[in-house]
């Protein structure tokens, strides 16, 4: 990992020139002649997310105009056209030119592109974002950031050393319940905080398909990126199935539950819980100190994401904090003086969300209820709208509610509960190298190889070339 980070140094210092270019705001956002100052915005990965939650969510800004869509599978890079021009037209705003690509470098390439909203697989998160960032785009991505420390790094590191403007999709920062738990805590209404329970929903396996014909209308050698390269089957990537006589993109797709593509249920909502996590204890960079935990890992070879599990990690000031898919789906912080509980109550992001089943939670609950009552002492960032804050830091420059290095050091702690539940004993972390102490077999499982051609470091490699 060490030498991988001087590695990525020397490389990064050799793309100097390119990071350059990027700290140059495109005058149609902030210039005083630019019409109604509305941000030229490319969708990259048509899918679930991008369909159910950052199309819509970048269109009711309603100062964000997408010029292009973007998808390995051109089924749905044509649907995500159709789609947007009659959301514009329900929303009774001008419906924009929208271009159709196949490859995101095509949009990357676009001078009138100003930001990109990322909605593609986890193992196609970090690459498009870092060479958005080297391109001179601001850039909305979905969680987890990554899929290895290594990897998550390098990408903030570039996007921070390009200047760009980089919002998480964690939207929990931008619901009030969230915000007041984090307020309250920090105001310490429960005292000294000295354990959290964080509830997360687990996934399912099924027998593995067979190999099938690659669809004509899916790249797939690109849609795998980085990752082996391995049989096509539907249920591997995603549903090609039409609903009635519509594309079905709402469905939860089979990536979610392989770990080339995902490390499941650890980083897929635990990106939003831990993120409140830290939220709550004030942790900014920085994070565990130890973590053991196990796991029920099927032996299927494509659904093959952990299923039931248990973890606990050590945080500074000997915060205990125990996670598992036996609590109910949220975040409970509890002091000597008592706990307060958070969640997204009812909420669902998209229909197929899983969920821990059991009563309907609060959104927001307390051992004592004037525990949440009243003005917390702790004000914290306020953010109502997670996309339109993107917009807005866009245009302001302002560091926007979920940055790049939080995404970082929330999915950090995320993975290496993975790498606990892989290897089966306790593990010591030092968050300030990003590294295990004493730990051989688990250091080397905080870089992933890529193919050649994809990835963040073939990225960098040949941008020294």
Not at 142 to 147: E, F, N, S
């Amino acid at each position: 990992m060490q030498t991988n980070r001087r590695d990525f140094m020397k490389l990064s210092a050799a793309a100097a020139s390119a990071l350059a270019f990027p700290m140059i705001i495109p005058a149609r956002v902030l210039g005083a002649a630019a019409p109604s100052k509305r941000l030229r915005v490319a969708q990259i990965g048509c899918g679930r997310i991008g369909f159910t939650m950052d199309m819509p969510g970048v269109v009711g800004t309603k100062v964000a105009d997408f010029v292009a869509v973007c998808d390995y599978d051109a089924r749905r890079a044509a649907y995500a056209k159709e789609y947007l021009e009659g959301a514009y037209k329900k929303a009774k705003l001008a419906v924009p030119d929208i271009a159709v690509c196949g490859d995101y470098k095509e949009i990357l390439a676009r001078s009138d592109v100003d930001a990109v909203v990322i909605s593609t697989p986890d193992h196609q998160h970090a690459e498009p974002a870092a060479a958005a960032a080297l391109a001179g785009k601001d850039i909305w991505l979905q969680k987890p950031l990554a899929m290895a420390v290594a990897e998550s790094r390098a990408c903030c590191d570039i996007v921070t050393k390009a200047g760009r403007i980089l919002q998480i999709g964690s939207q929990q920062r931008s619901s009030e319940q969230f915000r007041k738990a984090c307020e309250y805590v920090r105001s310490g209404r429960v005292g000294r905080v000295t354990h959290v329970e964080i509830g997360l929903p687990k996934d399912e396996t099924k027998v593995d398909e067979p190999e099938q014909p690659v669809p004509a209308h899916l790249n797939y050698d690109a849609w795998l990126g980085s990752t082996p390269q391995v049989y096509y089957c539907e249920q591997r990537v995603h549903s090609q199935k039409t609903v009635k006589g519509k594309l079905d993109v709402g469905s939860r797709p089979g990536w979610l539950r392989n770990e080339d593509h995902t490390l499941g249920m650890i980083t897929g909502w635990g990106s939003h819980h831990f993120d409140i996590l830290h939220w709550g204890l004030g942790l900014v960079e920085g994070g565990p100190e130890k973590v053991e935990g196990e796991a029920e890992f099927p032996t299927n070879k494509i659904w093959n994401v952990h299923l039931g599990y248990k973890l606990q990690y050590t945080y500074p000031g000997n915060v205990i904090v125990n996670v598992s898919d036996k609590y109910p789906n949220g975040v409970k912080f509890i002091g000597d003086e008592g706990w307060i509980f958070v969640s997204r109550g009812s909420v669902k992001t998209t229909a197929s969300d899983p969920t821990t089943g059991g009563k309907p939670l609060k959104a927001l609950d307390a051992s004592k209820p004037e525990l949440i009552a009243g003005d917390p002492k702790v004000k914290l960032y306020v953010s109502k709208n997670h996309h339109m804050n993107w917009v807005e830091c866009i245009q302001s420059r302002k560091e926007p509610i979920t940055p790049v290095i939080n995404g970082h050091h929330v999915f950090a702690a995320c993975s290496i509960g993975w790498i606990a539940m892989k290897l089966k004993r306790p593990l010591k972390w030092d968050a300030k190298a990003e590294q295990f102490s004493g730990d051989a077999e688990a250091n080397a499982m905080l870089r992933r190889a890529e193919r050649p051609g994809y990835g963040v470091f073939n990225l960098l490699a040949k941008q020294k070339a």
